[in-house]
Every structure is written in C-alpha cells, then in structure tokens.
C-alpha cells in the first residue's frame, strides 16, 4: 500500500475497502462492518435484559436502587461531552486546522480515561457493598452489560491515540481523513449504547 494510499484510512484495512470504492460511506466499509456486530452484540444483551426482567421482575424493580447512581451520571455527562469533542475534532479536520483537531482529540481521550476510572471505581464499590455477578439476576446482567461497554471505550482510547499519531504524521487532511471519521463514527456508537445502558439499569425499575 503505497503513502498516498494509506492516508486514506487507519492503514490496516486494504484499500479495495474504502469509501471511494464503495461510495460516499462516513469512515469506510470495515468499520460499518464492526458496528453491526457490536450492535448485533449488544442488541442480544438489550434481549438477555429484557427476558431476564420478564422473568424476575422484583430483582429488576430493586436492583437499581443498589447502584451508585451518582457516578452513573458522570460517566453519561463525560461521554456527551466526550461525543462533542470527537465533534468539533472532526469539524476542525476539515478546515485544515490541524492543531484544534489534535487537541479536540485529547479531550475525548481524557474524557474516556476519566469514564473508565470512575467505572473502575464503581466496580470497586460495588465490591466493597457485596455485590457481584452472582448476587441476582439483576447483577449478572449488569455486569455483562457494563463490563463489555467498559472495554469498548478501552480499545476506543487506545484507537485515538492511534489516530492522534496518524494525525501528526501528516495522514489526515480536509479532503482525506476517512479514518479519522471511522473512529468518530465508532465512538458515537459508543455513546449511543451507553445512552441505552443507563436508563436501562440506573433508571427503569
């Protein structure tokens, strides 16, 4: 894959696969691809929830009011304002203006580094209360659900260091930062599960 080539995508997927083959696509293909099975993923937890609060209904109406509500709140605030950032990152690739873009981009990385501190806290404090995946139904489910999210924002944080190093190397620019834009694209879908996650078992009883 020649230099021109690779700056088209995060350079690990083949050419053949990108948007201009396949037309206007935001990212490329591959990651369209990885979506729909983190969807897929995700939609048989959403499923599993469901049936599970079918089923046991007063563990689901009281499992909420053991968790820690509070950071839950945080953890959603940061991933908007963390979806924001991604945001403007993107707006402000597209103007050229490369210093905005990389610094966007480190918000977003702080913003995740801090969700996945206070989730790791609220593991932690939901062990010090003696909750684990075996207290109830209830729990199993959370944490399945909550500990699949909590590394998928792991491995996202990692791609945008990733992409922040593409970014200085010169890959990305106003007319080719495709991606740039699949990594926006998957963090979006991030936060969009989270959005569902939260209510789903903070909130709903």
Known sequence: MSSIESNNSLAIFPRSWSEKEAGRVPGNIPIWVGILSELTEFG?????????KF??????????????????????VILLASSYFMAKAMSNIRRNDYKKCERY???????????????????????LQGFSTKTSEFFTVYYYMTFNHFLHVGWAACAILWVIFRLRSGAYSAKEH??????AVYWHMIDLMWILIFPLLYVLR
Request: charged share 10%; aromatic share 24%.
């Open 178 to 183: 495709s991606g740039l834009e699949a990594l």
């Open 44 to 52: 048989i937890f959403f499923t599993a929830y469901f049936i599970a």
């Open 105 to 127: 981009l480190w918000y977003t990385f702080i913003c995740a580094c801090m969700y996945l501190s206070f989730k790791s806290y609220e593991f932690y404090w939901n062990d």
């Open 55 to 76: 089923n046991y209904p007063e563990v689901f109406a009281s499992g909420p009011l053991s968790l820690n509500t509070t950071i839950g709140v945080i953890n959603t």
